[in-house]
């Protein structure tokens, strides 16, 4: 079946780090890879998504980097801030299916 | 609304009562899903809806939950006779599919505690 895992399930930075969070699959039949952020109490709230045709992907503050060889995917953020402390899952999509989403990857960053 | 929203936000409840949690999908939405999530864990598929049919109900954990979804829109999810396993955050989420593309948008969620 499919699976999905992140390396760490915790990573604690500094404000002004730079963060890197990764994240390993096993179904190569997705469309698309998208990062999730969760915060406390509240729903996952959609981050950044990257096709399978891509291998890097840009937005403000993130990075998606796409590996297609080894399954693996990464989510880099840049000047990390205390508002970035959150739960963080990937998910491969698919259209019109689940996501499965893993544990996730808990980032706490201290001023 | 802008968002998806659900209710109740908070729900305790005795176990062995019923329970209905609402989701009120992004306006023009037509994928609805209903996820679970326990305390520190990843998401639980439960149902999924494509407009008013349910083509996936696969995630379904036992008869006693059980879904629908009416006028394309509102959907409820039903646990009957909840026991102290089902507490947990119940999430929904919406899409609209475009070709391959689709994103998920999730709700707040509703936190269930069965006492």
């Known amino acids: 079946g499919e699976s999905v895992g992140l390396h760490l399930p915790t990573l604690s930075v500094q404000e002004g780090d730079n963060s890197i969070i990764n994240c390993a699959y096993s179904?190569?039949?997705?469309?698309?890879f998208i990062w999730y952020k969760q915060e406390s109490g509240k729903g996952p709230q959609f981050i950044i998504d990257?096709?399978?045709?891509?291998d890097k992907r840009q937005g403000q503050r993130v990075t998606v980097l796409l590996n297609k060889t080894v399954k693996h995917l990464s989510l880099q953020i840049a000047a990390t801030q205390p508002g970035d402390s959150a739960v963080y899952f990937c998910a491969p999509e698919r259209a019109g299916t689940a996501l499965i989403f893993g544990k996730g990857t808990t980032l706490s960053v201290s001023s | 609304g802008a968002g998806v929203s659900q209710s109740p936000s908070n729900k305790v409840t005795e176990k062995g009562k019923d329970v209905e949690l609402r989701c009120d999908p992004i306006?023009?939405?037509?994928?609805l899903y209903w996820y679970r999530q326990s305390l520190g864990q990843g998401l639980e598929f439960l149902i999924y809806f494509q407009g008013n049919s349910a083509p996936d109900k696969s995630g379904l954990p036992s008869d006693r939950f059980s879904a629908e979804r009416t006028g394309g829109s509102v959907s409820t999810l039903t646990i009957q006779r909840t026991q102290q396993e089902d507490s947990a955050v119940y999430l929904c989420?919406?899409?609209?599919?475009?070709?391959?593309?689709?994103?998920?948008?999730f709700g707040p969620g509703t936190r269930l505690l069965v006492l």
């Open positions: 306006s023009g939405h037509t994928a």
């Open positions: 990257i096709r399978s045709n891509m």
């Open positions: 989420a919406s899409s609209t599919l475009t070709g391959v593309q689709e994103t998920q948008y």
């Open positions: 179904n190569s039949a997705s469309d698309y």
